[in-house]
């Protein structure tokens, strides 16, 4: 069974609009969670992460939040480049260095 | 700093022969992480070390896979004998061991396998 899952294979958005990544899980233990970008050929980059005692974490130009009720988080990018162009992987874990379980990704093309 | 390194990159081999991946973490890193990622799938953990010692291989296919980490730094994974189905991406991650609360994982490149 999926315990983290991103409905959303691909997305695509226009340089400078708001790209939003969707993400949900299953497991309530779930208590870290984190994003990772992926660019051909290499491997995942961490990106932002944000812990279950908070619901939004900022870092720059990318926002994570967290609706624990609704078991979803989403990844906000403002504004969207052309760099931003990779697969996103949403992870999960509990707390206690435990193993990620991540999504399948969700492809972002932002168009120039 | 120096990120995690793998190699070889790229490996195509037969069915049945075997096969063998390398994985040196960030240094001080005490966690050491094998995930196994098939295309249109996120990574799947394969095998976590801490230090020298196995955290948990639960999803490790024994009877094929083996993996070691002797000095708790570099690690190993071997394949032995190769099936179709291990064609994948084979990624290695570290972490630093200190929180064992919610720690960052930090991906090297990968080896690509394919398996004809």
């Known amino acids: 069974d999926q315990q983290v899952k991103q409905n959303s294979p691909s997305l695509s958005v226009q340089e400078g609009r708001i790209s939003i990544l969707n993400c949900d899980y299953t497991n309530s233990m779930f208590d870290y969670f984190l994003w990772y970008k992926k660019y051909p050929a290499e491997g995942p980059t961490f990106l932002i992460s944000i812990s279950s005692i908070k619901d939004k974490n900022e870092d720059g130009r990318f926002t994570v939040f967290l609706n624990k009720s609704a078991k979803h988080l989403s990844l906000h990018i403002v504004p969207s480049q052309p760099g931003d162009s990779a697969v996103y992987f949403c992870?999960?874990?509990?707390?206690?260095?435990?193993?990620?379980?991540f999504g399948k990704g969700t492809r972002l093309s932002v168009i120039a | 700093e120096a990120g995690v390194a793998q190699s070889p990159r790229y490996k195509i081999i037969e069915k049945r022969q075997s096969v063998a991946f390398w994985c040196n973490p960030i240094s001080g890193h005490a966690t050491l992480y094998w995930y196994q990622q098939i295309l249109g799938q996120g990574p799947k953990l394969l095998i976590q070390?801490?230090?020298?010692?196995?955290?948990?291989d639960s999803q490790l296919p024994k009877d094929r896979f083996s993996a070691e980490r002797l000095k708790g730094v570099d690690s190993t994974l071997k394949i032995q004998p190769a099936k179709l189905e291990d064609s994948a991406v084979y990624l290695c991650?570290?972490?630093?061991?200190?929180?064992?609360?919610?720690?960052?994982?930090?991906f090297g490149p990968g080896t690509r396998l394919l398996v004809l």
């Open positions: 991650a570290s972490s630093d061991g200190k929180d064992s609360f919610q720690e960052t994982q930090y």
């Open positions: 992870a999960a874990l509990v707390s206690g260095n435990t193993p990620l379980v």
């Open positions: 070390f801490q230090n020298n010692g196995v955290v948990d």
